[in-house]
């Protein structure tokens, strides 16, 4: 169901790898929703990914980007522009790979030439797409950035890894830029804090069913699935929130605020 939330605004969405990821469902959301955009990723992602066929279904342009780069974010959002023929409204960041996870090392044994790899992908990617719109002033006053983050950022999931590191600056970032941004531009920059996810990545985590089944035991709601954590960005790129800025926003059922659940005590009640 459309309510025109996203109608003439123009976007660029980071992250679309498959039908699995957030962002793909944000990009068809946000497609039903009014929106014109870009897609991008990088370039090995590209290849990888179904992202042309997401294009198609969304009438929207691939422009590929190293997140990492300067030179191609910058090219990216003037591309993006001349694209879309305006100034950009909305942009999803959904970035995030760490190579010491991938390579299974554990947190006491990091490699930290990875470790670098993962804030520079995870985190500072960040940054350098605000540093990099803001330096060719790509995005429309009261402009949305929104980046995916997960609770690990403030709690221990021992097998998340870095990425718990990386996720602890991405929403530093987001709260120090959306500083500086509101003031300059009226831009709003916020993180979404979701539910495990059952998305290509997460699924990569070591020990991820056994933690997303826990969360989803803790949650009054259960896990929040990715196509409600579409519908949540789409708000925050509306009109709607237009004074919500440099907040972590919880979106996972409220296992955030849940201390224990009824299911897992009784996990581990005894017979008297």
């Given at each position: 169901m459309?309510?025109?939330?996203?109608?003439?605004?123009?976007?660029?969405?980071?992250?679309?790898?498959?039908?699995?990821s957030i962002a793909w469902k944000v990009a068809v959301r946000a497609h039903e929703e009014g929106a014109q955009f870009t897609l991008t990723n990088a370039p090995v992602a590209l290849r990888m990914g179904a992202i042309n066929q997401l294009a198609e279904q969304c009438n929207a342009k691939v422009i590929g980007a190293d997140a990492t780069s300067n030179a191609d974010l910058e090219a990216l959002f003037?591309?993006?522009?001349?694209?879309?023929?305006?100034?950009?409204?909305?942009?999803?960041?959904?970035?995030?790979?760490?190579?010491n996870v991938r390579k299974n090392k554990p947190y006491t044994d990091l490699d930290y030439d990875y470790y670098h790899k993962t804030i520079d992908?995870?985190?500072?990617?960040?940054?350098?797409?605000?540093?990099?719109?803001?330096?060719?002033?790509?995005?429309?006053?009261?402009?949305?950035?929104?980046a995916l983050t997960y609770i690990a950022a403030q709690r221990v999931f021992p097998d998340y890894n870095d990425m718990a590191d990386a996720k602890s600056m991405l929403e530093s970032i987001a709260r120090s830029y959306g500083y500086h941004y509101g003031k300059s531009k009226k831009v709003r920059v916020n993180t979404i804090s979701?539910?495990?996810?059952?998305?290509t990545a997460g699924q990569?985590?070591?020990?991820?069913?056994?933690?997303?089944?826990?969360?989803?035991?803790?949650?009054?709601?259960?896990?929040?699935?990715?196509?409600?954590?579409a519908d949540y960005c789409i708000t925050l790129f509306s009109d709607l929130?237009?004074?919500?800025t440099m907040q972590n926003l919880f979106h996972d059922g409220g296992f955030s605020?849940?201390?224990?659940?009824?299911?897992?005590?009784?996990?581990?009640?005894?017979?008297?």
């Open positions: 459309s309510n025109s939330l996203l109608k003439g605004k123009r976007g660029i969405i980071f992250g679309a790898l498959d039908p699995n003037t591309q993006s522009m001349e694209a879309l023929g305006g100034k950009i409204d909305f942009v999803l960041h959904s970035i995030g790979m760490s190579p992908i995870s985190a500072m990617s960040l940054h350098r797409v605000l540093q990099s719109a803001m330096k060719v002033d790509a995005i429309s006053e009261w402009g949305s950035v929104v979701q539910s495990p996810t059952k998305t990569g985590v070591k020990g991820f069913d056994g933690f997303f089944n826990y969360a989803d035991a803790i949650s009054p709601l259960g896990n929040a699935p990715a196509e409600a954590c929130t237009r004074h919500v605020f849940t201390g224990v659940s009824r299911e897992v005590m009784d996990k581990f009640a005894t017979e008297e």
